[in-house]
């Protein structure tokens, strides 16, 4: 990884690609030390670690880089943008018209769709804002001139505009930086909480510590194993003679990656699991009821079988998306190709649909176990809290990093290829 780093320096394209997303990350990082107007800041801290830190308001808490802590005007980070994204995205499948859109208009019909998801992200802010104004409200962490009607306004209307900032520097990131801009944006969010997570290892004993070092390293090395797993089909293509040339008579492989979806189906589960918690938590000792403690809780039973299924459904949502069999296999025959043992057309379309949704089950399985470990782990040691945190962080950070390394490859190459075709 560093080494890739390195390589994409010494490109003048690229290093300027790397010092445009510094310098987003940058002035994200400025935007999250930003008061909120009307909000008493000490008191939302003492609160926040009092009665939400260890509630999925701890996640929410990591995932917006502290900022949703101190009630500054990035709380609530990419969460409305990533919530909007997933309604929009379930609504193209369901509703013919946005599919319409989004596959027969091009480029065109992206762009309305991008729009939506905009707006979407908008109306969703400006609920969550109403969500935290309530919260602050509910618990007295509003200054003294912070009540009435007009401040509330300011409030929503801060919190409404923060993320809409983080949306927009987001976006700039995934056109003119390296990337997808909400990985990134998340990525360095959970990296900022890293000193906060090493200071709480030192107050526990040395052979807690080791056991949870230990494991975050072996659970690294699994993520970037399985990252870089993937199944491959054997394609062979026909020999055709074309006046006096002979083309095909090759053997190749149907490249499918176990990981297919990477870590958005963990970010999207998680996502809409915190909703019914954040909701439970805004309202006054929502967090003490039983219906948090032994649903909404990040360390319940039940929240552990939600969030599988969603994770589960995630992975199957994206796999429909980037792979469709029934394409595949007509390139192929298109082409001259086919699967050894298979005839092309209807029969390639069902093994390859049989293939991937045995990885789909793997994929999800192996999402599913490195996002569940640490909650169980955490309920096996009682004296340690927050695990549940810990396990979403480190995939999503070892995923999202993968994945950047594998675009400046990327862009690397098409460097490579172009200065060979000059």
């Known amino acids: 990884m560093l080494q890739t780093l390195q390589n994409a320096w010494k ?5 300027k690609k790397l010092i445009f ?17 009307f909000v008493d800041t000490a008191a939302l801290k003492t609160t926040f670690d009092a009665v ?35 309604i929009i995205q379930l609504l193209t499948v369901a509703i013919s018209a946005l599919e319409r859109m989004a596959k027969d208009e091009g480029e065109e019909g992206k762009n309305k769709i991008n729009r939506i998801t905009r707006y979407t992200t ?10 935290y104004y309530s919260m602050c409200a509910n ?3 509003l200054t003294a001139d912070g009540k009435g009607i007009l401040p509330a306004i300011v409030i929503i209307l801060a919190f409404t505009a923060g993320s809409t900032v983080v949306m927009w520097l987001g976006e700039q990131i995934t056109e003119h930086g390296i990337g997808n801009g909400i990985s990134i944006i998340l990525f360095a969010n959970i990296l900022s909480s890293v000193p906060g997570m090493i200071g709480t290892l030192l107050n526990l004993s040395w052979w807690i510590s080791l056991l949870i070092v230990v494991g975050v390293v072996v659970l690294v090395v699994f993520i970037v194993f399985i990252n870089d797993a993937e199944r491959r089909i054997p394609i062979s293509y026909a020999k055709r003679v074309v006046g006096r040339k002979v083309y095909g008579g090759q053997n190749t492989n149907l490249p499918i990656k176990v990981a297919m979806s990477g870590v958005m189906p963990v970010i999207f589960a998680q996502s809409i699991c915190s909703l019914p918690a954040t909701v439970c938590a805004f309202i006054p000792d929502g967090t003490k ?18 969030y599988t299924l969603m994770i589960f459904f995630f992975s199957w949502f994206y796999s429909t998306i980037q792979y469709d069999p029934v394409e595949i296999a007509n390139n192929l025959k298109k082409n001259g190709g086919f699967i ?6 209807k029969p390639t379309a069902d093994f390859i649909q049989k293939v991937i949704g045995k990885i789909i089950v793997f994929g999800a399985v192996y999402l599913s176990v490195v996002s569940l470990l640490p909650i169980i782990t955490g309920n096996l040691l009682s004296n340690v809290v927050g695990l549940s945190i810990g396990g979403t962080s480190v995939i999503i950070v070892v995923g999202v990093a993968l994945e950047t390394v594998k675009a400046l490859e990327a ?3 098409m460097r490579h290829y172009k200065g060979f075709l000059d």
């Not at 490109?11 to 290093?15: A, F, H, K, T």
């Not at 808490?61 to 909007?84: D, E, H, K, R």
């Open 11 to 15: 490109i003048p394209e690229l290093r």
């Open 21 to 37: 997303t510094v310098m987003i990350l940058l002035i994200y990082r400025i935007g999250n030390v930003v008061p909120v107007p």
């Open 52 to 86: 939400f830190s260890n509630t999925i308001l701890g996640l929410y808490n990591v995932m917006s880089g502290s900022s949703f802590a101190y009630g500054t005007v990035l709380a609530l980070g990419i969460q409305p943008y990533i919530n909007a994204s997933i």
């Open 122 to 131: 908008v109306g969703l802010a400006m609920i969550l804002g109403w969500g």
């Open 139 to 141: 618990y007295g962490i």
């Open 289 to 306: 009821g039983w219906l948090y403690e032994y649903v909404f809780s990040p360390n319940s039973f039940v929240y552990a079988v939600i």
């Open 340 to 345: 050894p043992g298979f005839r092309p057309g």
């Open 411 to 413: 862009q690397m190459l």
